[in-house]
């Protein structure tokens, strides 16, 4: 799995009338220096903003660093902390490969489209959809971007036929009325992971290693979170094709889940659950 970074620069001639970039400026000598040194990053004519993505570690990405310390500004390792004049936030993603994939036993699917464009919970806690906002194309998505994975009549039918264990059909509450409606189900299952490790990072720097006792912090850098369990508690649960986690209800699925979705592609990104 790679982790990649991501730091977006601005000189203060451009955000000096844009609030919302205030906090992310550079003086006009050190942005110019900036593309002189590294020009591949420059925006191209009439864009603005010095934009690199890397590979954590990398030569490049620690040169940078390095001069921007030198000029007096401080990196911003992710939390939700504002940056000052003197500081800039970075970003930081978590991008997987084909090998990670092959390795694990069971994945996060994270759906390429929304079914809905909007919904939310009612008092019992149950996801609804609102009619107008339903996308009557698409078989399996989420609704307005969230976590739950919903599906229509045909894409249920679908997976009955595969004869999938740990997963239920919940029809959904459709407000509203519109040719678009259509009855949508949640997928639900019973099984629950075991709580997964803590996701550790430093306060004011990169993410949490073991090795140097520094101070640490719930809050991830990298997303998606990288989500870790000690492997001898997810095979005592045995054989599974859905579990949800117990923190926060993300559905993980088994290989013959993925691979079958991955056919259909109807979704974007697989994440890993990482055994240790």
């Excluded at 942005?31 to 690199?52: E, H, I, K, M």
Aim: proline residues 8%; glycine residues 8%; aromatic residues 12%.
């Amino acid at each position: 799995m790679k982790q990649i970074v991501e730091i977006c620069l601005f000189d203060q001639d451009y955000t000096r009338s844009i609030k919302s970039l205030s906090n992310v400026s550079f003086p006009p000598e050190v942005y110019a220096q900036l593309n002189q040194r590294w020009p591949q990053f420059s925006a191209p004519p009439g864009r603005y903003g010095f934009c690199l993505k890397a590979e954590v570690g990398c030569q490049v990405l620690n040169n940078i660093l390095q001069f921007l310390a030198e000029h007096g500004r401080t990196a911003l390792w992710g939390g939700g902390k504002y940056p000052n004049p003197t500081e800039f936030k970075l970003s930081g993603s978590n991008v997987v490969e084909p090998s990670d994939l092959d390795r694990a036993r069971y994945v996060r699917m994270l759906p390429a489209k929304d079914i809905a464009g909007h919904g939310d919970y009612d008092a019992e806690g149950n996801l609804f959809a609102i009619a107008t906002t339903i996308y009557p194309k698409v078989s399996m998505g989420t609704v307005d971007g969230g976590g739950k994975l919903v599906v229509d009549a045909v894409m249920r039918d679908r997976m009955l036929e595969q004869s999938f264990l740990d997963v239920r059909f919940r029809a959904m509450e459709i407000r509203g009325e519109s040719p678009r409606a259509k009855p949508l189900w949640e997928l639900q299952t019973d099984r629950v992971l075991p709580p997964h490790l803590p996701i550790m990072q430093d306060a004011d720097g990169p993410p949490y290693d073991p090795e140097t006792g520094a101070p640490r912090a719930e809050h991830e850098f990298y997303k998606p979170y990288a989500l870790r369990w000690r492997r001898s508690e997810i095979e005592a649960m045995g054989d599974f094709d859905f579990a949800r986690t117990c923190e926060h209800g993300m559905m993980f699925v088994s290989k013959r889940v993925y691979e079958w979705f991955d056919k259909q592609k109807l979704v974007e990104t697989f994440f890993p659950l990482i055994e240790v």
